[in-house]
């Protein structure tokens, strides 16, 4: 297909660069063989109208094609990636890399095939010229060369603003996305309203917006020098160069026609810049996004192909010297987990506890294989969890965590019977909210309670070996509160599941097999 483009796109140039030849010889006799150059006129505009829809459309397939391609690759390599990095790189940024910036590059590539066409028939034209006359091809070369070099001498400068407003623009999405995300509490807070509106998302959009108007002067300065050396190039062929040498009238008329035949054309040569520097922009940042995610896909290894595939069942799960930490923007640690040793056994209920930021989540993650320690060992049994079985030790899982999203769909249950998932809805006081049909929910705009059952009906249908649950009681009604921890985990545990559960609820600590609290990162002795 790329052949065929690049064909198309020197076969269209001739061919307009031959209707301005019939233009020039009908401009120096008018009135010879007019028919017969109107015919060919009206041949070689339908040539060349036909070729540049076919151009144009292949070449939108093309881009189209690759740009999905890239797309996909990228959000693949995104699923496999480690969940600290996704975290660091922000809902925002991958948000621009993903829609504003494929967008970019497939508009660019569009303008590209324009550009390509243009640039063949202006090379034509001026070589036209040539045969017309020397001295008007030489001063029209000089012209053309001038306007390049002032266009693309501040390329450097156009790609510096598009890459500070690319990075202004995805900062602004952040504050966006602070706006949609913290609504209710923005809502009933004006000061905080008031203050991430005012003092962060309006002065980055003003830096954003003054970002944009100085790449815009830029190129328009550009394009009006560029314009101003054509018209001094016409006027001196006119008034100018007549009078030192001698140059036929019907050559200058022909010259003249053939300049401002190719002055949009070439106009449009040297404002595709803008766009090209967008493009490129855009490609340099998908270029390093992706490769952010290249080495947590090169270390990938797809579930089921370790020992610890298709586990049935395990004696143990044992912690020695459990140790992570996170690291403020400057890389120096902060916040710490561990060192920590802990045993947990196979088909018991483990409730852990301890106040808001005592690291009980972080840990959570930690177990769960969602954040790798920094140091210490985690074993299933006998065997030691790595990288190269990280996938299937994960398997083992199914998660609630506080901060968990509710998917409208079973995804990776396929065949689940509606009337089971149907009798758990039921169970869990919810059928009258929402109903599974067709293999997904019919209503998911749930209060945060009735959220929590229905991502613990979806976690109940994966039948794991371990639940890890992390405050789902909290926003409970009494009622269903006293029904998960005397119903819901005993049943769980009868079958011969583990339950982790991070919980608040004194009341019922009782049921647990054991209580682990937490402070500060680390375990402490919990006095009941």
Do not use: W
Not at 249 to 261: F, K, M, N, R, W
Not at 272 to 280: A, E, G, K, L, V
């Amino acid at each position: 297909m790329v052949n065929h483009i690049t064909f198309m796109i020197f076969f269209t140039g001739i061919i307009n660069a031959m209707i301005l030849a019939i233009i020039c010889a009908v401009a120096v006799s008018p009135e010879k063989n007019s028919l017969r150059f109107f015919l060919m006129y009206l041949v070689a505009l339908a040539i060349f109208l036909i070729s540049k829809r076919y151009g144009l459309l292949k070449a939108a397939v093309l881009a189209e094609t690759a740009v999905s391609d890239v797309r996909i690759r990228i959000i693949n390599k995104l699923r496999h990636a480690d969940l600290m990095l996704v975290e660091d790189m922000g809902r925002a940024s991958v948000n621009t890399r993903l829609t504003k910036d494929t967008m970019e590059i497939s508009m660019g590539f569009g303008a590209m095939i324009h550009t390509a066409q243009a640039a063949v028939m202006v090379v034509f034209a001026v070589l036209f010229l040539g045969f017309i006359s020397v001295p008007i091809f030489l001063m029209t070369l000089t012209a053309f060369a001038i306007s390049s070099m002032i266009y693309y001498g501040s390329e450097k400068r156009v790609e510096s603003l598009v890459q500070a407003s690319t990075k202004k623009e995805t900062e602004l999405f952040g504050f966006v996305n602070h706006l949609l995300d913290g609504f209710q509490e923005l809502r009933v807070n004006y000061a905080k309203s008031n203050e991430l509106f005012n003092h962060y998302l309006n002065p980055t959009s003003e830096q954003a917006t003054d970002l944009k108007i100085k790449f815009f002067f830029q190129l328009t300065n550009n394009l009006i020098l560029s314009l101003s050396f054509v018209h001094i190039l016409i006027i001196s062929i006119i008034f100018v160069l007549p009078r030192y040498i001698s140059i036929p009238e019907p050559s200058i008329v022909q010259a003249v026609a053939i300049i401002l035949y190719v002055v949009g054309p070439f106009n449009h040569i040297l404002g595709s810049i803008s766009i090209f520097s967008r493009t490129t922009v855009a490609i340099e940042n998908l270029y390093q996004f992706e490769e952010e995610l290249h080495v947590a896909d090169d270390n990938y290894i797809a579930p089921g192909s370790s020992e610890l595939a298709n586990v049935q069942s395990f004696q143990q799960l044992r912690l020695n010297n459990f140790q992570f930490h996170y690291t403020d923007p400057e890389g120096k640690p902060s916040f710490s987990v561990g060192p920590c040793d802990l045993t947990i056994n196979a088909n018991e209920i483990l409730f852990i506890v301890g106040g808001n930021g005592s690291g009980k989540s972080t840990f959570l993650k930690l177990l769960t294989g969602l954040y790798y320690p920094l140091q210490g060992s985690l074993r299933l049994d006998e065997t030691r969890i790595t990288l190269s079985n990280y996938p299937d030790y994960r398997d083992l899982f199914s998660i609630i965590f506080t901060d968990f999203h509710l998917f409208d769909r079973l995804y990776g249950l396929k065949g689940m019977e509606a009337s089971k998932v149907n009798q758990l809805l039921r169970q869990m006081e919810i059928e009258d909210k929402t109903r599974f049909v067709d293999g997904g929910f019919s209503n998911i705009n749930l209060s945060t309670g009735q959220k929590k059952r229905l991502a613990l009906v979806a976690a109940l249908l994966e039948d794991k070996q371990i639940y890890v649950l992390d405050e789902v009681a909290a926003d409970q009604d009494p009622q269903f509160r006293k029904y998960f921890y005397e119903t819901i985990l005993p049943d769980l545990k009868k079958q011969g599941k583990t339950i982790i559960a991070a919980t608040h609820d004194d009341k019922y600590f009782h049921l647990a097999d054991r209580v682990l609290k937490m402070e500060y990162g680390q375990f402490v002795p919990y006095d009941s």
